[in-house]
């Protein structure tokens, strides 16, 4: 079984500023890594995938993330935000064999002018 | 290509009652999954479908059930709803391992 901690409920911002959001995960088995982000009212949009190869991961909307298998981590950053990246974030991971997501708690990015 | 579609966007029901949601996948995506987002709980999988088989399934009592058609299209069933069932239920299709979400449906249980 897999476990997803992000590490921070709540995240203010400034526009234009960067914004780290972290996330580790326990597993006992290889993983796949993402990144979604939920907008008030709607689904998951999948930001970004950590599949295999390059640990240095680019999305969509200027976000990356970056894989740390010794640190068994997987951080999203965006190195300046707008006011319509306010929302909820979710770091999640799949056993490569089953696909089954298991989400962390969700960070809430809160972008202010 | 169209998204992952799941009807209705909303639903009230009764305590006691049972409930139907459905879920069309992408188009040529087999594999079906549901979650349940609760404010206490978060994102939890319920179960995933695959070529009408049930393949994984979550930590739920049995009132949650599911169905996958020949077409890929999906239901999910709640019978003897519990004010606890209110919830965002998601569906997700998938190819390889990225996962497509719906807009969810968002029960509301009185």
């Known amino acids: 079984a897999q476990s997803v901690t992000q590490l921070d409920s709540q995240v203010p911002v400034f526009e234009e500023a960067p914004v780290e959001l972290r996330c580790n995960y326990s597993?006992?088995?290889?993983?796949?890594l993402f990144w979604y982000v939920q907008y008030p009212n709607q689904g998951l949009q999948l930001l970004l995938k950590y599949l295999s190869g390059s640990t240095l991961v680019k999305g969509i909307n200027g976000f990356e993330a970056e894989f740390n298998k010794s640190q068994t981590s997987f951080h999203l950053r965006k190195p300046s935000v707008h006011i319509s990246d306010t929302a909820e974030y979710f770091c999640?991971?799949?056993?490569?064999?089953?696909?089954?997501?298991?989400f962390g708690a969700g960070t809430t990015v809160t972008v202010r002018a | 290509k169209a998204g992952v579609t799941q009807t209705p966007r909303y639903l009230i029901k009764t305590r006691g009652q049972q409930v139907t949601l459905s879920c069309s996948p992408i188009?040529?995506?087999?594999?079906v999954s549901w979650y349940q987002q609760t404010p206490g709980q978060g994102l939890q999988f319920l179960f995933e479908?695959?070529?009408?088989?049930?393949?994984n399934k979550g930590n739920f009592p049995g009132r949650f059930s599911g169905r996958q058609f020949s077409n890929s299209r999906s239901e999910m069933n709640v019978s003897t709803l519990e004010l606890g069932d209110s919830a965002l239920y998601l569906c997700?299709?998938?190819?390889?391992?990225?996962?497509?979400f719906g807009q969810g449906t968002r029960l509301t249980v009185v």
């Open positions: 999640a991971v799949s056993d490569i064999n089953d696909y089954k997501l298991s």
């Open positions: 597993s006992s088995v290889s993983v796949y």
């Open positions: 479908y695959f070529s009408e088989t049930q393949r």
């Open positions: 997700a299709s998938r190819q390889g391992a990225e996962a497509f």
């Open positions: 188009s040529g995506h087999r594999s």
